[in-house]
Nanobody
Framework: QVQLVESGGGLVQAGGSLRLSCAISRRLFDINVVGWHRQAPGKSRDWVARMFSSGTTTYADSVKGRFTISRENAKNTVYLQMNNLKAEDTAVYYC?????????WGQGTQVTVPS
């Protein structure tokens, strides 16, 4: 079992920044892939960014150059730094972890960027 707890969401004006955190109950070395996803009202959950255990990162085109995924192994925590936020970034953001062959999810944290 893996537990994930997101935090750091909130209300921010367009052009502003937020940093989301995801605390994971397992050592990050044991996790194959960690990722961030988001779901806007009435829409499907979309992948935003991921980091493989090697440290390789990939991003959705919509956030490339604005969002950065990183990790702090000593704290078993993964971050999503979000800069130059736009109204279309408004969504519930979820953290995920692929441990073995099973994906685990956090409960989500709301990010709101008023238009």
């Amino acid at each position: 079992q893996v537990q994930l707890v997101e935090s750091g969401g909130g209300l921010v004006q367009a052009g502003g920044s937020l940093r989301l955190s995801c605390a994971i109950s397992r050592r990050l070395f044991d996790i194959n892939v960690v990722g961030w996803h988001r779901q806007a009202p009435g829409k499907s959950r979309d992948w935003v960014a991921r980091m493989f255990s090697s440290g390789t990162t990939t991003y959705a085109d919509s956030v490339k150059g604005r969002f950065t995924i990183s990790r702090e192994n000593a704290k078993n925590t993964v971050y999503l730094q979000m800069n130059n936020l736009k109204a279309e970034d408004t969504a519930v953001y979820y953290c995920s972890a692929l441990y073995g062959l099973t994906s685990y999810w956090g409960q989500g944290t709301q990010v709101t960027v008023p238009s």
